[in-house]
């Protein structure tokens, strides 16, 4: 409060403490965890099937029960380790509005289905139409595990309606498995056919067979990497034979195949086959969902040419070209081997650039975080100790300090990372005998953009972001020996972006928690009347928790990459000669010396550890900076600028700021 043109100290100071309050309550909220995302039924027995996971039975179909995961549409469901007894049919989503039979008017879409590890039997579609409303956008994915349930048959859509519509259409079929079906379509309607309407299938296993077969636009083939020469893709066996007109056809190689230039594989067989397509289409990343795990390892890009009799479609490797030095989008048009297997052996993973290159993202977060503990050491105390003792004894001051920085970490590649940090908190100093406590709770931001580069042209970009709490404190007797101390919580963000080869191109985030603190001990000595002579030894500690990613592999199915803890310790020595010029201003400069003890950055991709980017090393350190209180002003302002040499150089420029109410 004002009062009479003065401030009124015991309402300023409840002011402060109030907002210092509300800037550490609402930087805590980011340290919590966000909620895992789970899809919406999950079947893994027929314990489960019935407890009312499913909307009731919808009699009238061909006499059979249909079972359905939610409403109309955007519904998630995976089936893994079920097992279904007798012949029975689902659908992941259906415009059937109250489970009777009753139809609705609503369309049929987006809607996941997932099987894995089951026994299945009957009819399984991604959406369930009463009418001539649209089926659309549905992908049904048959994986790893899965097999037709002992004397049934199983028969796979992506949609399927019960008039006679022509909407059912850009569905998306996955068969990554090998497996024995009645029928695999892209849609079927009242009439038993539906067009090819933009469904698309994805057979990625060798020895897929089916009697009833058609209703696909794009039949994509990414041949296994077991697959050898004359082998079969997909068989279909019915006497009627396959028309193929108007189809697309893509074909791919996983990572792992021995082909050589000149094999040929068959891609579809049938009694007959007519209207073949003369050309690969190239293999669009709209047309791949859910396919197999993509693997960034593969260095060989496969192109192929088709070929067809009257009895088969057939795939020839045209060419085979070496990408393990190249990066990049070349824009070519053939089709390329953009997705892998998971049977890769550790030692391809553990010398893997590509895979080193999603773990570079942990060295620029940890470069962030130690930037905001270098931020709060430097900076920070130096504001902290002049807001509080400027204050009246006993109470909390205000004080800032912030910087940006453009270093470069060398982790067997390296990174280059620009960010700025910002502590802002309230010191307090209290005097007791010969000895002063300084206290100060903090909040703490930090942020960064980071560019890696691999040995072998591998480049990736993205950003970390921090957020957190904590407190610091120092203890200095008569004689300038002082001790001290800080510990912060927080949660750490960061993304990636980067073509792991001409062809692939990969992206993800990352959360986790983290926590920091350091610990300190130094003495402040006067050389003359002008000069003070600080030297110290400080150590560093940090941890980010681990996380495991969804990497996005354009082109492919999703990956995924498991961080483990990053721990970082530093140990740092150095000395800070400060000059006072005159009662308001001070020219300093320090040199420090620093050895990063522990700091490498570990992972596990397909269950195999990776290469492991590393931080340790040593690094000088010098700085120069300008400490100035305008006029007769409460504002005293701190400029610095820190160079660094060695395992980690760069430049960091810093601002500290103080003000008194």
């Not at 050898?228 to 193929?244: P, R, S």
């Not at 960061?494 to 792991?500: A, F, I, Q, R, T």
């Not at 002003?633 to 960091?652: C, E, F, H, M, Y």
Request: hydrophobic share 35%; proline share 1%.
């Amino acid at each position: 409060m004002v009062q009479n043109g003065q401030v009124n100290k015991k309402s300023s100071k409840w002011l402060r403490l109030a907002v210092g309050a509300a800037l550490l309550a609402g930087v805590s909220g980011a340290v919590i965890p966000d909620a895992a995302d789970a899809a919406d039924v999950t079947v893994s027995s027929d314990d489960t099937y019935y407890a009312g996971l499913w909307k009731k039975d919808a009699q009238g179909v061909e006499g059979k029960d249909w079972k359905f995961a939610g409403d109309n549409s955007n519904n998630t469901v995976a089936f893994d380790g079920f097992q279904m007894s007798y012949d029975h049919y689902c659908a992941a989503g259906s415009n059937m509005s109250d489970g009777e039979g009753t139809p609705g008017d609503e369309a049929v879409t987006g809607n996941t289905l997932t099987i894995t590890n089951s026994k299945m039997w009957g009819k399984v579609a991604g959406g369930y139409s009463t009418g001539n409303q649209e089926v659309s956008g549905n992908v049904v994915t048959i994986g790893a595990g899965t097999t037709v349930a002992d004397g049934g048959s199983l028969q796979i859509f992506g949609g399927i309606s019960k008039s006679d519509s022509q909407n059912i259409k850009d569905n998306t079929v996955n068969i990554l498995t090998a497996i024995k079906l009645n029928a695999l379509k892209g849609g079927e309607n009242s009439n038993y056919s539906a067009g090819n309407n933009g469904n698309t299938l994805n057979v990625a296993a060798k020895g897929v067979e089916t009697e009833w077969f058609g209703g696909f636009e794009t039949i994509n083939f990414f041949l296994p990497s077991d697959i050898q020469v004359n082998e079969t893709m997909l068989k279909v066996t019915n006497d009627y034979g396959t028309d193929l007109s108007g189809v697309k056809v893509g074909v791919a190689a996983q990572s792992g195949v021995s082909l050589k230039q000149g094999d040929t594989v068959n891609l579809l067989e049938s009694q007959k086959l007519s209207n073949a397509p003369a050309e690969t289409t190239k293999i669009a990343d709209k047309d791949v969902k859910m396919i197999a795990a993509g693997n960034v390892l593969s260095d060989k890009e496969y192109t192929f040419t088709l070929g067809a009799t009257d009895t088969a479609l057939t795939a020839t490797v045209k060419s085979i070209t070496d990408t393990a030095g190249g990066a990049g989008n070349t824009g070519d048009s053939e089709v390329k081997n953009v997705i892998g297997s998971d049977e890769n052996k550790a030692s391809v993973i553990k010398t893997s650039q590509r895979v080193k290159s999603l773990v570079e993202t942990q060295a620029a977060a940890t470069a962030v975080l130690n930037m905001s503990s270098d931020m709060l050491t430097g900076a920070g105390f130096t504001q902290a100790k002049a807001a509080a003792a400027a204050a009246q004894a006993g109470e909390f001051a205000p004080f800032a300090a912030m910087g940006g920085s453009n270093l470069r970490v060398k982790s067997g590649s390296h990174v280059d990372t620009k960010g700025y940090n910002l502590n802002v908190g309230f010191a307090r100093e209290v005097k007791k005998g010969n000895k002063t406590y300084l206290l100060a709770p903090v909040v703490e931001y930090g942020r960064g953009n980071y560019d890696s580069y691999q040995n072998n042209g591998i480049k990736a970009d993205g950003k970390s972001r921090l957020w957190g709490v904590g407190v610091m404190g120092r203890q200095t007797n008569s004689r300038g020996l002082y001790y001290e101390g800080s510990l912060r919580v927080g949660r750490v963000s960061s993304d990636y972006n980067g073509w792991l080869s001409s062809v692939t191109h990969a992206s993800y985030d990352s959360d986790s928690n983290y926590w920091a603190g350091h610990i300190g001990v130094g003495t402040v000595a006067k050389i003359n009347g002008k000069d003070t002579l600080d030297t110290y030894a400080k150590y560093f500690y940090s941890q980010q928790d681990g996380d495991k990613v969804r990497v996005k592999i354009d082109g492919a199915a999703d990956d995924q990459i498991e961080f483990d803890n990053v721990e970082s310790q530093r140990l740092r020595l150095g000395a800070r000669l400060t000059h006072q010029v005159n009662e308001n201003s001070s020219l300093y400069g320090g040199v420090a010396y620093q050895a990063e003890t522990k700091g490498e950055d570990r992972a596990t991709y397909h269950g195999n550890e990776t290469a492991a980017p590393s931080v340790k090393g040593s690094s000088v350190m010098m700085e120069l900076g300008w400490q100035v209180k305008p006029g007769n002003g409460p504002v005293s302002v701190d400029l610095g600028v820190t160079g660094w040499a060695g395992k980690q150089r760069g430049v960091i420029g810093n601002l500290g700021l103080k003000w008194n109410f």
